[in-house]
């Protein structure tokens, strides 16, 4: 079949305007929203094709529609019409689309360990280098030693700000939806399935406890940080403890659930600031207390400690799940 591809997305980073939204707040506009999170899954198992979204997930065209054309814009996908003269377009993930791999690995990684009720239904993954099923460690790129959220130092840079770095697009949440089969990860889609949520969580690493302060800085309806901290606290992300000021005025603190979900922020930070760069300067610096060096995203193969690349990992066989169990 001969396919004729428009021209390439460019591989240099977006520009952002001065003043306006920081890398962050778009990369958290992307990945808050559970529809592009599913797209991209698929995407990253070789769907191109309207149609076969379509038939893997039960959206609307509307829907369906809108997320590509987003994402074409953001330039994680670009178009290429396939056929001969057919008119027909599919949807190929760039280099920038690529390399969302560690976002979602670190996602299934965290759901496996945290959330037993889910785990039934996701796939296991192998790393093709050592042949073992795996999991993600977290690391320094410079040093390649494991890190946790506590051996980083730093928080804004230039373009860094609480209000600069809220999600840029509003998702709504839908409730009551089963999507069954099509992967969806509830306990995520919690935690940053909506533009507010992703927000105080990234709030929370970046050191804010209280809930006015997630409502003054975040600039935040009440009702809505109230109503985020309560989920939080129901999934066990968050403990609410007496404030230090005033016993009335709680302060919503990080579990060790919630401490294990950083992977998933920092790659995604990673991310968009190696994609989108605003004039000023990053939005968030960090250096790694261990190496001193800034810090950039590294993820390692828990069973032979090679570094992971998105190419070399993959879903095992059923026939050979059925075999190991």
């Known amino acids: 079949m001969n396919t004729r591809v428009r021209p390439r997305v460019p591989e240099h980073p977006t520009p952002l305007p001065p003043g306006g939204p920081n890398a962050v707040g778009v990369t958290l506009g992307l990945i808050g929203d559970e529809w592009n999170l599913l797209i991209l899954r698929y995407a990253m198992l070789g769907v191109r094709r309207y149609g076969e979204w379509r038939a893997a997930l039960p959206i609307s065209h509307a829907v369906l529609t809108r997320r590509l054309t987003a994402l074409t814009d953001l330039a994680v996908f670009e178009k290429a019409e396939y056929g001969t003269h057919t008119g027909r377009l599919e949807y190929r993930l760039t280099r920038r689309g690529r390399e969302l791999w560690p976002v979602l690995l670190t996602i299934w990684a965290w759901e496996l360990d945290w959330v037993p009720e889910h785990v039934e239904s996701l796939p296991v993954m192998v790393h093709q280098p050592c042949g073992q099923r795996f999991r993600p460690v977290l690391g320094c790129a410079a040093c390649g030693e494991p890190v946790r959220s506590r051996d980083l130092a730093g928080g804004f840079g230039p373009s860094g700000s609480w209000a600069r770095s809220v999600p840029v697009a509003t998702t709504r949440r839908r409730s009551g939806v089963t999507l069954g089969g099509a992967g969806l ?20 690493f970046q050191g804010l406890h209280r809930f006015r302060d997630f409502e003054q800085r975040l600039g935040a309806p009440p009702a809505i940080v109230a109503e985020r901290l309560r989920a939080f606290c129901e999934l066990g992300v968050f403990t609410q403890t007496p404030g230090e000021e005033r016993a009335a005025w709680p302060s919503y603190r990080l579990t060790e659930k919630g401490r294990a979900f950083f992977p998933v922020v920092i790659t995604a930070i990673d991310w968009g600031q190696r994609w989108f760069r605003a004039p ?19 993820l390692s193969c828990d069973a032979c400690h090679l570094p992971l690349r998105g190419h070399e990992i993959a879903q095992e066989p059923l026939e050979e799940r059925a075999g190991n169990g």
């Open 280 to 298: 000023e300067g990053p939005a968030l610096v960090y250096t790694h207390r261990a190496c001193g060096r800034n810090y950039h995203t590294r």
């Open 185 to 204: 990860f509830p306990q995520t889609m919690t935690l940053i399935g909506n533009r507010w949520s992703a927000a105080i969580l990234g709030a929370a």
